[in-house]
């Protein structure tokens, strides 16, 4: 069956320090990959975007892996704060997910220490 | 203002009513979507719509009915609201076929 496993435990960590989700597939082959950001009681607010042919994708502290033998993308999140703590999705498109739909993970909650 | 709007934010009825989670987006984007997400489950696609007069279903479609007669609005409506149906519903839409999709506050619904 197709999955998408992101950790369901919370992901504790202290400031400064740089946080790492995991997002892995099974049975999808997907085009391109997101990762979204979602707050208590809001809509998952658009991260970043990284296609099959890219292995990394950096936005300022942000950085996304993408390894499609692996079946698997690592988000990092450099020098963390405390704002950073949010639960971060990830979301699989295109491929045999189906051109215009998005597949979503469970999500990853963080949560940044001062 | 400018945006992706979703109502009622927050609803409680009961088994049997009929409900319509309304949806408007102001960037005359092609693509809406409706996504509920609940605990254990993440967001699970319910129907999406490529263009006006255009739908088709995705995940999870059963006891949903969608219809897009305008591109800024996507209505959701439950014909027969069951406790299953229970959820937070979010509304998305985009431009093109990928990218980034732009979602609303969320509607909270409770089915008693």
């Known amino acids: 069956s197709q999955k998408i496993e992101q950790n369901s435990e919370a992901l504790n960590i202290q400031e400064g320090k740089t946080a790492t989700l995991t997002c892995n597939y099974t049975?999808?082959?997907?085009?391109?990959l997101q990762w979204y950001r979602q707050d208590p009681g809001r809509g998952p607010v658009f991260l970043l975007l990284i296609r099959e042919n890219e292995k990394e994708k950096r936005k300022e502290r942000l950085k996304v892996t993408f390894d499609t033998t692996l079946k698997q993308s690592l988000f990092h999140i450099t020098a963390s704060q405390p704002a950073d703590s949010a639960t971060y999705l990830c979301?699989?498109?295109?491929?045999?997910?189906?051109?215009?739909?998005?597949?979503f993970g469970t999500g990853t909650r963080l949560l940044v220490s001062p | 203002d400018a945006g992706i709007t979703q109502s009622p934010r927050y609803k409680i009825t009961e088994t049997g009513r009929q409900v319509t989670l309304m949806c408007h987006q102001t960037?005359?984007?092609?693509?809406m979507f409706w996504y509920r997400q609940d605990l254990g489950h993440g967001l699970r696609l319910i129907y999406y719509?490529?263009?006006?007069?255009?739908?088709d279903k995705g995940e999870v479609p059963d006891g949903y009915v969608v219809s897009r007669s305008k591109t800024e609005n996507f209505p959701l409506t439950l014909e027969s609201a069951t406790r299953s149906q229970t959820s937070v519903y979010f509304c998305?839409?985009?431009?093109?076929?990928?990218?980034?999709?732009?979602f609303g506050e969320g509607s909270r619904l409770t089915v008693l």
């Open positions: 960037w005359s984007h092609s693509y």
């Open positions: 998305a839409s985009r431009q093109g076929g990928s990218g980034e999709l732009f």
């Open positions: 719509s490529a263009a006006a007069d255009i739908t």
């Open positions: 979301a699989l498109g295109g491929g045999n997910t189906g051109f215009q739909k998005l597949v």
């Open positions: 049975n999808y082959s997907p085009a391109y």
